[in-house]
């Protein structure tokens, strides 16, 4: 697992689209796994901005969303589909029928989560997945105490996840209590992983996916079974890591065995 702390929120987004741009200049039609949220702004704006400036295109790039709420029409200002049109999908030319959203309105819902699955595995699998952090450590809406194993699925959200999202709705009530999300397993598939987390309310989740043991109640703590995860974390959501000089001095070792090449 790569641990790089970064100086600010900003910082960690453009190093997030510069991951993303790197994948999609290695692979023209490379497949990502996307994430909603107020953590993944700051790369949205840089993703759309390197686009805008003939660095990057996404003709050919594939993408699926993490997940969505259950019940909200796709109009509504809170829908992720609605997030991703305003944030990315309009400034970009990602053809519109390459681009997989969960349906949180289908009439049924365990189809939808199986027609999912199925289309990840048409698609050839995900070369990257980039992951928010929730503050109680779930990744895209696993809740804790999570199923390790689980594939896409409709899920309850915690009380605590509807109070850290009422800030984009009217109050914790205006939340919907269920979503359709990527399974751990479904997660765990990509090829390759990249977590963000910014600001000191995700300090405790991010120590505890790291450098606690592997537990339904840290869903993120999953992530340390897989080969190719990084955590991109600004200073203050780094701030509870015990080895976080470790994690510098490696960082500053592969940069420099990078300068040598
Ligand atoms: P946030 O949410 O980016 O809005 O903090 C992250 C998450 O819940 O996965």
Redesign the pocket.
């Known amino acids: 697992m790569r641990v790089k702390i970064v100086a600010s929120e900003q910082v960690m987004g453009c190093e997030a689209a510069k991951i993303v741009q790197d994948e999609v200049a290695r692979n023209p039609k490379a497949v990502l796994m996307l ?1 909603t ?3 993944p702004e700051a790369m949205y704006e840089h993703l759309a901005r390197a686009y805008s400036q003939g660095r990057v295109t996404f003709a050919r790039v594939t993408t699926f969303n993490l997940d969505e709420y259950v019940g909200l029409s796709v109009e509504h200002p809170q829908s992720y589909h609605c997030y991703m049109q305003d944030r990315f999908f309009c400034h970009v030319d990602l053809p519109p029928i390459n681009a997989h959203l969960l349906d949180g309105n289908a009439a049924n819902l365990a189809k939808e989560c199986r027609d999912f699955e199925q289309k990840i595995a048409e698609a050839g699998g995900v070369d990257l997945a980039v992951l ?3 503050r109680n450590a ?1 990744i895209a809406f696993n809740e804790p105490p999570a199923n390790l194993t689980s594939r896409t699925h409709v899920a309850m959200l915690t009380e605590s ?1 509807r109070q ?1 999202n009422a800030r984009f709705f009217g109050g914790t009530g205006d939340v919907p209590c269920r979503a359709l999300t990527a399974g751990i397993a479904t997660i765990i598939d990509c090829r390759k992983i990249l977590v963000l987390a910014c600001g000191i309310q995700k300090a405790e989740a991010v120590a505890r996916a790291i450098e606690r043991p592997v537990s339904a109640m840290c869903p993120a703590s999953a992530l340390q079974v897989h080969h190719k995860v990084t955590f991109l974390v600004d200073e203050a959501a780094a701030s509870c890591l015990h080895f976080k000089s470790n994690y510098r001095y490696l960082e500053q070792a592969r940069r420099s065995l990078e300068v040598g090449r």
């Open positions: 994430p949220g107020g953590t928010g952090l929730g779930h996840t850290a």
